[in-house]
């Protein structure tokens, strides 16, 4: 199974100001977010959480393979994506984020088949007429050299990437927009509830 050579990365390393806490404290129903996800997910390969000092052990971090946790506080989601490439042991990494949680395994397994036809690329990032969707995406192991000296030359953006090679790639049309709903601001969480019958707090 693909999967197995896949390792499952979901950053949760973020201050969440706009949030008003870290998103890795967020709670779907009973159950924590980050729990939530991995049943969502039902990643048969590794999953690893990607956390940063100050904000280790969310609820739910137990449930991963590991945790793993940024060398310092603040450095940006593309030092979390960094941060999952130099821990892994697999040859690919496929990245979400804590606070896109209508992201379906359809995404990720989509993303897999076209690294896996084209193992020789960084990796690939989604993209939409007007809209660049850095997560989820996909990484080759390969990558982890060349975006580190990217991130030490100061980069810190994740569209940066793009001009280091990482391919972008359109979204299927049929994907729902649902998909792409991010969990910024209390207002998201409003939407989140209407989309479905869970309740966060």
Not at 51 to 56: A, D, K
Not at 68 to 90: C, K, S, Y
Not at 152 to 160: H, I, Q
């Amino acid at each position: 199974m693909i999967e197995l050579r896949v390792t499952l990365a979901i950053l949760a390393g973020g201050r969440g100001e706009r949030m008003g806490k870290a998103k890795g404290l967020l709670r779907v129903g009973d159950q924590p977010i980050l729990s939530y996800l991995l049943q969502r997910f039902e990643w048969q390969g590794p999953t690893m959480l990607v956390s940063s000092p100050g904000r280790e052990h969310p609820p739910g971090a137990e449930l991963f393979t590991r945790e793993v946790i940024d060398p310092a506080e603040g450095m940006g989601p593309l030092r979390g994506l960094l941060t999952a490439l130099e821990n892994a042991t697999t040859s690919m990494v496929i990245m979400t984020s804590v606070d896109l949680p209508l992201v379906q395994k359809e995404q990720l397994t989509w993303l897999v088949e076209m690294l896996q036809g084209q193992p020789w690329k960084l990796g690939f990032m989604l993209e939409q007429p007007k809209y660049f969707r850095p997560f989820p995406s996909i990484f080759a192991i390969g990558a982890r050299e060349p975006i580190a000296a990217h991130f030490e030359r100061g980069e810190r953006s994740l569209s940066s990437l793009l001009r280091l090679g990482v391919v972008p790639i359109e979204a299927p049309a049929h994907w729902p927009d649902e998909v792409w709903t991010n969990l910024n601001e209390p207002a998201d969480l409003a939407s989140f509830q209407k989309l479905t019958s869970f309740r966060i707090h």
